[in-house]
């Protein structure tokens, strides 16, 4: 059964902090924090006065899901809960667990409820992974307090998580470590792990040692022990090991890239690009594309975007921006990665470095808003067309001025429905080309200043 009760960690299914951890359990096991006042990070909700520290002091408990970044303390929070609560402690992993495996747990609960009064408290690692059968089959339970639920997510909950259970719950944000947060963890576990500080341990870059682990410090920790573990292999009789930077990058193997192709972190980073781009920053625009490719992410989906940006933020300030952006899905699609990231290169930089403009996209939106919300204006007779002869004795077209026939091919004429003639739909700017645009059309209709 996948229902873990920890009585090894519990006595009276409670936490004892002075336990030992067992002789195989990584190093971020071996030194995770018994105490709120050992918690590192987070202090937004755990520091002094902040609601959880509240809660926990008080012991007063209610269901809560932890969203945040891998490694930055959220199983740990859950069972420093349970260690200050009066509760019975349970835990699954999502990735595991099945409804079977809740109900079993709801039925000890409601069991440990009703014949001694003892309140449950079940954790769900990972409860984005869970579907939404096995998410409803919590609700009856959380919202009659038979469970307390702690549920933890490296994914946007507002996506993963259904509504119902939702509602039912507090939403904490927990933030990736600083490197004043993962310095101090590291000097703890240096001081206090028992492995550890049988040894003198110089670690040659801490800096590095910290940006491999990107704000995780479960990351971290498990990165130096490996280090560690490959300093002793050279030499097990030294009392002195010095980790060097190549042993930290041998190690890590190659950094990890907080990216996730299907989660918030895509239309983070999506969004960061676009922004970036819009905002005349290649700088920024290339940071964000790399950020995407190392992240694996697909490489037309980018190209995609940058087409509809050069339309949309671009438009007629330069129109070879829309041709280059179609050119560069057409080349990324026909030579894919890694070359490709050389084309994108350059459409970015380009998009990013252009002269802007959203008129045709306001346009478009606008005409559209008008198409929507009035009445559909028949065509103005002088422009339809006239294929039979009774339309021609309707004198379809009739009327129709041909542009070519004026000088600089144009004549003043109504194209638009007459409750609309008036309207202004495209407002070109002053920047790029269309500064020219603007000009000419303001010669030619004098009556309709942009």
């Not at 229902?3 to 359990?25: E, H, R, S, Y």
């Not at 747990?105 to 001694?116: F, G, P, Q, S, Y």
Request: charged share 25%.
């Amino acid at each position: 059964m996948l229902v873990f009760l920890f009585m090894d960690l519990f006595q009276d299914n409670k936490i004892q902090p002075g336990k030992k951890q067992a002789a195989t359990a990584p190093l971020a096991e071996r030194v995770r924090p018994k105490t709120i006042d050992e918690f590192v990070g987070q202090q937004h909700i755990i520091g002094p006065g902040k609601p959880l520290r509240l809660m926990i002091e008080q012991k007063q408990l209610w269901s809560i899901i932890f969203w945040g970044p891998p490694g930055v303390g959220k199983t740990t929070l859950a069972r420093l809960i349970a260690l200050h609560s009066d509760a019975d402690f349970y835990q699954l992993n999502a990735v595991s667990s099945g409804v079977k495996d809740v109900r079993d747990v709801i039925t000890k609960a409601e069991r440990n409820l009703k014949t001694i009064n003892h309140k449950s408290l079940l954790f769900i690692d990972e409860i984005h992974r869970f579907n939404k059968a096995q998410q409803d089959a919590l609700l009856h339970s959380v919202e009659e307090g038979i469970i307390t639920l702690i549920g933890a997510t490296t994914e946007n909950p507002s996506f993963e998580v259904i509504g119902p259970l939702l509602s039912r719950t507090r939403v904490y944000v927990l933030e990736s470590l600083t490197k004043g947060d993962l310095d101090t963890i590291l000097e703890h576990a240096l001081q206090t792990d028992h492995r550890l500080k049988s040894y003198s341990i110089t670690i040659e870059d801490k800096d590095l040692l910290m940006l491999h682990a990107g704000g995780d410090a479960r990351s971290m920790l498990n990165g130096l022990e490996t280090a560690v573990q490959l300093a002793l292999s050279k030499d097990d009789r030294q009392d002195s090991l010095y980790i060097s930077s190549e042993l930290i990058g041998e190690a890590f193997q190659q950094r990890y890239a907080k990216y996730d192709k299907s989660g918030e972190e895509h239309y983070n980073i999506i969004s960061a690009f676009i922004k970036s781009m819009r905002g005349s920053d290649p700088d920024a625009a290339v940071y964000w594309l790399a950020r995407m490719l190392e992240g694996g992410e697909d490489p037309k989906f980018i190209a995609r975007r940058m087409v509809i940006l050069a339309s949309e933020d671009i438009g007629n300030a330069d129109p070879f921006a829309v041709v280059l952006a179609t050119n560069c899905f057409t080349a990324t699609h026909y030579i894919g990665m890694p070359e490709a990231r050389i084309i994108l290169s350059q459409c970015a930089t380009y998009l990013a470095s252009a002269s802007k403009s959203n008129a045709s996209y306001m346009a478009i939106e606008q005409a559209m808003r008008d198409v929507r919300t009035k009445p559909n204006e028949p065509v103005p007779i002088h422009l339809r067309n006239a294929p039979t002869t009774l339309m021609k004795e309707l004198n379809y077209g009739g009327e129709y001025k041909y542009a070519h026939d004026y000088q600089e091919g144009f004549v003043e004429q109504d194209h638009l429905p007459e409750t609309l003639k008036q309207n202004i739909y495209y407002r070109p700017t002053n920047s790029g080309r269309e500064t020219a645009v603007r000009e000419r059309l303001n010669k030619l209709w004098k009556n309709k200043k942009r």
